[in-house]
Nanobody, 123 residues
Framework: QVQLVESGGDSVQSGGSLTLSCVPS????????LGWFRQAPGKEREAVAA??????VTRYADSVKGRFTISRDGATVYLQMNSLKPEDTAMYYC??????????????????WGQGTQVTVTS
């Protein structure tokens, strides 16, 4: 069964950059969409970026638009995060599933989730 493995989380200062990676293991990632979500302590999980893997379609949360970029290189999906802010501190998860653009931010569209990677931004 395919699993997703995230990496790249770290502790950085405000204004810094990080690149998260999401790699499928156990088989090919034959899914239509890939999303990055995050959950901060005491808060609900929220979508930050998502892409339809077979078309040049991406979607970003307003809070990260212009700072985060989702991209793909072969089987690996990346989340490039620039100009990081303390409010970006969270556990970041990648997820794979099937969704059209309107459902890219719906958690129910995704049925495979990674274990998460921690991003901490200090001021």
């Amino acid at each position: 069964q395919v699993q997703l493995v995230e990496s790249g989380g770290d502790s950085v200062q405000s204004g810094g950059s990080l690149t998260l990676s999401c790699v499928p293991s156990g088989g090919p990632l034959n899914y239509y969409a890939l999303g990055w979500f995050r959950q901060a302590p005491g808060k609900e999980r929220e979508a930050v970026a998502a892409a339809i893997l077979t078309r040049p379609v991406t979607r970003y949360a307003d809070s990260v638009k212009g700072r985060f970029t989702i991209s793909r290189d072969g089987a690996t999906v990346y989340l490039q995060m620039n100009s990081l802010k303390p409010e970006d501190t969270a556990m970041y998860y990648c997820a794979a599933g099937a969704a059209g653009w309107s459902q890219l931010f719906a958690e129910g569209s995704y049925n495979i989730w990674g274990q998460g990677t921690q991003v901490t931004v200090t001021s």
